[in-house]
């Protein structure tokens, strides 16, 4: 049953894939400098205890599907993805609270390519909290300005539901020569109630991760000791969604 369960998690995530390839694991991103460890952990922690995530960047090809499908990973055992596909998708999460869900939103635009949203389907996704779904989208934005600008200005959706956005990562592209490097640079957190805060890096001149009000120190440090068993073992999404079950629910 839970191989069933781990399948059908990723075929979800491969529904993301829009360059071909598999899609990249924490370990593979680990391995290749995008984020640290110690990040990874407050993004398992904050994402596995329930928080709705966006990952933005405004240039094409640099890495949002990837680093959302590899959180995608996090999200927690009894919580199914879903595609945020439609209207009447997400009219059948506001009206159906269980199962609790995540509703996959493949990008915040104006295409009309699956599982894009924007105007008032995007102000109704941003409503699935209410009815304790979790959501997961990426964004054309390299900043929380851009971000906030385009989703609560461009898009009308009001303050209280950005703010359910728990978790905010921007990437950004960085060449040199013919070397290109991927790297998380911002993350910013809401609890759902108070305006997103920074919490990394903690200050301009740190690379550490300064939690709010989204998970305690504790739970960050056993996150931790996971993605540090997790960076001993096997690097495909099968494999790290496997390991990550057997943490949260035992061997």
């Not at 922690?45 to 499908?69: D, E, H, W, Y």
């Not at 990562?169 to 109630?193: K, M, P």
């Not at 305690?216 to 969604?241: K, Y």
Request: aromatic share 6%; proline share 6%; hydrophobic share 40%.
């Amino acid at each position: 049953m839970r191989d069933d369960a781990i399948q059908r998690h990723c075929a979800e995530i491969d529904r993301c894939n829009q360059r071909g390839g598999r899609m990249l694991s924490i370990v593979d991103l680990i391995g290749a400098g995008t984020l640290g460890a110690d990040l990874a952990a407050y993004a398992l922690a904050a994402i596995g205890a329930g928080a709705s995530f966006l990952v933005g960047a405004r240039p094409g090809g640099a890495g949002k599907t990837t680093v959302m499908g590899a959180l995608l990973n996090f999200v927690p055992a009894d919580v199914p993805l879903a595609p945020a596909e439609s209207m009447a998708a997400i009219q059948r999460g506001l009206q159906s609270p269980t199962p609790r869900r995540c509703y996959v939103c493949h990008e915040i635009g104006s295409g009309h390519w699956y599982a894009y949203l924007w105007g008032a389907e995007l102000r109704a996704y941003l409503q699935l909290p209410e009815a304790g779904h979790m959501m997961a989208t990426n964004l054309h934005a390299d900043t929380y300005e851009q971000a906030r600008q385009q989703i609560v200005e461009q898009n009308r959706v009001p303050e209280a539901a950005f703010r359910r956005m728990n978790l905010l990562f921007f990437l950004a592209v960085e060449r040199s020569g013919f070397r290109i490097r991927r790297r998380l640079v911002t993350v910013w957190e809401s609890d759902g109630q108070n305006p997103h805060r920074q919490v990394f890096p903690a200050v301009p001149s740190s690379s550490g991760v300064e939690p709010g009000g989204l998970v305690s120190p504790d739970a960050v440090a056993e996150a931790r000791e996971t993605i540090g068993r997790l960076l001993a073992g096997g690097s495909t999404i099968e494999e790290v969604r496997a390991a990550i079950l057997t943490r949260t629910r035992g061997p």
